[in-house]
C-alpha cells in the first residue's frame, strides 16, 4: 500500500498570501495524484489530477506540480473561500487508492 | 449535470450489517469509461477509499475492508450498492459514493455525492 503524507497539518495564512501544501508518497507514482478541497459539511471537490491539471471550474489561483514522491499544492492568493481541509489522494497503484491525512489551511 | 444521492439508515447496531444505495441521475451508470466507488471519512478525520465497481460488476476492495465489505450495482435502476457487515464504532463515518475514470493513470474521483452519517451505536 502506498502511503501518503500530507505537510503541514495546519496552516495559518492572512488572505490574500500564499498557501504552500506538501504531500508525500512513500514510493514513486510518477504524475497519477489529485488533490481536493473540503469544506465543512461538504464533500470533496476534485481541484488538480495528474499532478498539475486544474480541473474543470477551479480558478488559476490554484496550482499543482510535483512527480515521483514529492508534491506541492500552491494558492497564490488565498480567498476567503479557500479556508478549508485539502487533501492529495494517489492513483498509480491500486487497490487500495489512498489519500494523505489532510491540511487545514486556516485564517491567521 | 451528474448527480449521486446515498441513501440508507443513519443508525446501525454493532455487529449488524450497514446497508448504503447511491442513486445516479443525469448520467447511466451503465456508461463505459467509469467506475461507483465508496468512501468514508470518521468524524473529524480524514478519507478512506472502500472499494470501486464496473457497470459489468466488477470490484476492487480496499484490503484492510475486504473481508466484510460487498459492492454491487442494480443497471436497471442505476444505482449501486455498499454492504459492510459486522459494524463496529470504528465504522461510524459519513460515507460517500463517488465516481472515477476506468482508464488507469485517471482514477481520481470527480463526482461525489453528498455523504450519508451512519452512525453505529446500541
Known amino acids: 500500500e502506498i502511503v501518503m503524507t500530507q505537510s503541514p497539518a495546519t496552516l495559518s495564512v492572512s488572505p490574500g498570501e500564499r498557501a504552500t501544501l506538501s504531500c508525500r508518497a512513500s514510493?514513486?507514482?510518477?504524475?497519477?495524484l489529485a488533490w481536493y478541497q473540503q469544506k465543512p459539511g461538504q464533500a470533496p471537490r476534485l481541484l488538480i489530477y495528474?499532478?498539475?491539471t486544474r480541473a474543470t471550474g477551479i480558478p488559476a489561483r490554484f496550482s499543482g506540480s510535483g512527480s515521483g514522491t514529492e508534491f506541492t499544492l500552491t494558492i497564490s492568493s488565498l480567498q476567503s473561500e479557500d479556508f478549508a481541509v485539502y487533501y492529495c489522494?494517489?492513483?498509480?497503484?491500486?487497490?487500495?487508492?489512498?489519500f494523505g491525512g489532510g491540511t487545514k489551511v486556516e485564517i491567521k | 449535470q451528474l448527480q449521486l444521492q446515498e441513501s440508507g439508515p443513519g443508525l446501525v447496531k454493532p455487529s449488524e450489517t450497514l446497508s448504503l444505495t447511491c442513486t445516479v441521475s443525469?448520467?447511466?451508470?451503465?456508461?463505459?469509461?467509469?467506475?461507483w466507488g465508496w468512501i468514508r471519512q470518521p468524524p473529524g478525520k480524514g478519507l478512506e477509499w472502500i472499494g470501486s465497481?464496473?457497470?459489468?460488476?466488477?470490484?476492487y476492495y480496499n484490503p484492510s475492508l475486504k473481508s466484510r465489505v460487498t459492492i454491487s450495482v442494480d443497471t436497471s435502476k442505476n444505482q449501486f450498492s455498499l454492504k459492510v457487515s459486522s459494524v463496529t464504532a470504528a465504522d461510524t463515518a459519513v460515507y460517500y459514493c463517488?465516481?472515477?475514470?476506468?482508464?488507469?493513470?485517471?482514477?481520481?474521483?470527480?463526482?461525489w455525492g453528498q455523504g450519508a452519517l451512519v452512525t453505529v451505536s446500541s
Open positions: 489522494q494517489q492513483y498509480n497503484n491500486w487497490p487500495p487508492l489512498t
Open positions: 495528474g499532478a498539475s
Open positions: 514510493q514513486s507514482i510518477s504524475s497519477n
Open positions: 463517488a465516481r472515477h475514470s476506468e482508464y488507469s493513470n485517471s482514477y481520481y474521483f470527480d463526482s
Open positions: 443525469g448520467g447511466s451508470i451503465s456508461r463505459s469509461s467509469f467506475f
Open positions: 465497481i464496473y457497470y459489468t460488476g466488477s470490484t
